[in-house]
Nanobody, 122 residues
Framework: QVQLVESGGGLVQPGGSLRLSCAAS????????IGWFRQAPGKEREGVSC????????YYLNSAKGRFTISRDNVKNTVYLQMNSLKPDDTAVYYC???????????????WGQGTQVTISS
């Protein structure tokens, strides 16, 4: 069974950048599509981005398009989320999760990490 650990969160000013990492152990990450999700206080969790097993297909939340880039390194067993031009609305706990393929259905994602806090504030 795959275990996921997110890292790279922190406190940055609006307009800044962060790169989140999702590191896998217990199973080759290349077996899975990987989704990034976020949950802000008082709000439902939402899907932010997803990358196919090969990395050839990527998907983004509309508000993330043009600012966030998802990528993967299957040799390093890691998926990344580069986040630029960050806004206060991006403040949330960010999670990565596995799926057989990218999907809009959150229940299709099986293994989840513990999350990493991203705070955008001046």
């Amino acid at each position: 069974q795959v275990q996921l650990v997110e890292s790279g969160g922190g406190l940055v000013q609006p307009g800044g950048s962060l790169r989140l990492s999702c590191a896998a152990s217990g199973s080759p990450l290349g077996y899975y599509a990987i989704g990034w999700f976020r949950q802000a206080p008082g709000k439902e969790r939402e899907g932010v981005s997803c990358i196919s097993t090969t990395g050839y297909r990527t998907y983004y939340l509309n508000s993330a398009k043009g600012r966030f880039t998802i990528s993967r390194d299957n040799v390093k067993n890691t998926v990344y989320l580069q986040m630029n031009s960050l806004k206060p609305d991006d403040t949330a706990v960010y999670y990565c999760a596995t799926a057989e393929a990218c999907t809009r259905s959150e229940p299709d994602f099986g293994s989840w990490g513990q999350g990493t806090q991203v705070t955008i504030s001046s």
